[in-house]
């Protein structure tokens, strides 16, 4: 690997090092990288910003040579010379990305309330069919959150991240742990649904509310389900939301063990399935594997 000469060290372990083509008109401008990248054989360069334009003091520092073999080798490179840096390189110019950063955080802020999933409904419905609080069913029932949209938004944004936010604000709020069933009375606001939104319920309560319904017979079956449903292609509408599939999982291993439920797959074969050690992998298989399968790989999702 070719030497790589002392750069100026990021401020923390932890930083981000974001490098952008380098365009004719911003260095024009005069726009000041913190590290430019020059290939002596071809003209072309890449601008670089710690944290995207975090200042550092002193003369910017040049790395050449034949740093352009390949945008990996130059990542590697530069995560050699940054032990701990997240060296993310973008291809195209700085300004377009600033461009696509604020598009979309004008998409973070006029997004609403997303709608619910069909089969997220569905397996609160199967889970709790009366009021999950107070066991009615004389009263209207709705799907009510633990933690309300309001709440889920200033949660994401938080967050160290600002990757992905409407997604992960989304698989946050519809996470099948983050709701369940209440009743609602419209003409003396008297259901139990009125009474969380007034705070009369705490979220201590209704969390546990939500928590003894893992507990109800069949709640296995309709997690297995659940889980079933979400692998195949037709149902994804969303990713994969991997937090609430090993939540699914760790539910139903014990259950499966006690049954005795063999490994099994999904997608024609594309999943392979093993409820009962908590495993889910992807790849290409057949019958054979299911018997074969190497039980040292079944740990995607420990009990």
């Given at each position: 690997?070719?030497?790589?000469?002392?750069?100026?060290?990021p401020?923390?372990?932890?930083?981000?090092?974001?490098?952008?083509?380098?365009?004719?008109?911003?260095?024009?401008?005069?726009?000041?990288?913190?590290?430019v990248?020059?290939?002596?054989?071809?003209?072309?360069?890449?601008?670089?910003?710690?944290?995207?334009?975090?200042?550092?003091?002193?003369?910017?520092?040049?790395?050449?040579?034949?740093?352009?073999?390949?945008?990996?080798?130059?990542r590697?490179?530069?995560?050699?010379?940054?032990?701990?840096?997240?060296?993310?390189?973008?291809m195209?110019?700085?300004?377009?990305?600033?461009?696509?950063d604020?598009?979309?955080?004008?998409?973070?802020?006029?997004?609403?309330?997303?709608?619910?999933?069909?089969?997220?409904?569905?397996?609160?419905?199967?889970?709790?069919?009366?009021?999950?609080?107070?066991?009615?069913t004389?009263r209207?029932?709705?799907?009510?959150?633990?933690?309300?949209?309001?709440?889920?938004?200033?949660?994401?944004?938080?967050?160290p991240?600002?990757?992905?936010?409407?997604?992960?604000a989304?698989?946050?709020?519809?996470?099948?742990?983050?709701?369940?069933?209440?009743?609602?009375?419209?003409?003396?606001?008297?259901?139990?649904?009125?009474?969380q939104?007034?705070?009369?319920?705490?979220?201590?309560?209704?969390?546990?509310?939500?928590?003894?319904?893992?507990?109800?017979?069949?709640?296995?079956?309709a997690?297995?389900?659940?889980?079933?449903?979400?692998?195949?292609v037709?149902?994804?509408?969303?990713?994969?939301?991997?937090?609430?599939?090993?939540a699914?999982?760790?539910?139903?291993?014990?259950?499966?063990?006690?049954d005795?439920?063999?490994?099994?797959?999904?997608?024609q074969?594309?999943?392979?399935?093993?409820?009962?050690?908590?495993?889910?992998?992807?790849?290409?298989?057949?019958?054979?594997?299911l018997?074969?399968?190497?039980?040292?790989?079944?740990?995607?999702?420990?009990?």
């Amino acid at each position: 690997m070719d030497q790589v000469p002392d750069l100026p060290r990021p401020r923390q372990r932890g930083d981000q090092l974001s490098l952008y083509a380098s365009t004719a008109s911003e260095e024009a401008e005069g726009v000041a990288a913190t590290l430019v990248i020059t290939d002596p054989r071809e003209p072309r360069s890449v601008a670089a910003w710690w944290n995207d334009l975090v200042p550092f003091e002193g003369d910017l520092p040049q790395l050449e040579g034949d740093v352009f073999a390949a945008a990996r080798r130059l990542r590697t490179r530069l995560q050699h010379a940054y032990p701990g840096v997240d060296v993310r390189l973008r291809m195209g110019p700085r300004s377009a990305w600033r461009a696509r950063d604020a598009d979309r955080q004008a998409e973070w802020e006029a997004m609403k309330r997303p709608p619910l999933p069909q089969r997220v409904e569905d397996l609160i419905k199967q889970l709790s069919p009366e009021c999950s609080f107070c066991g009615t069913t004389a009263r209207e029932l709705q799907i009510a959150h633990i933690v309300d949209w309001p709440q889920t938004r200033r949660l994401v944004e938080a967050e160290p991240s600002n990757k992905d936010m409407p997604l992960r604000a989304t698989l946050t709020f519809h996470n099948p742990w983050n709701m369940l069933r209440l009743c609602r009375d419209y003409v003396h606001r008297s259901g139990c649904h009125d009474r969380q939104e007034r705070g009369e319920i705490t979220e201590q309560d209704v969390r546990a509310a939500r928590a003894a319904l893992d507990l109800l017979p069949g709640a296995d079956r309709a997690y297995g389900a659940f889980l079933d449903q979400g692998l195949q292609v037709g149902n994804r509408k969303l990713p994969i939301d991997m937090n609430a599939i090993s939540a699914a999982m760790t539910r139903l291993v014990a259950p499966a063990q006690q049954d005795g439920r063999e490994s099994y797959l999904l997608r024609q074969g594309s999943i392979l399935v093993d409820r009962a050690h908590g495993s889910i992998r992807w790849g290409n298989y057949n019958d054979s594997d299911l018997r074969e399968a190497p039980e040292e790989d079944r740990s995607a999702f420990p009990s």
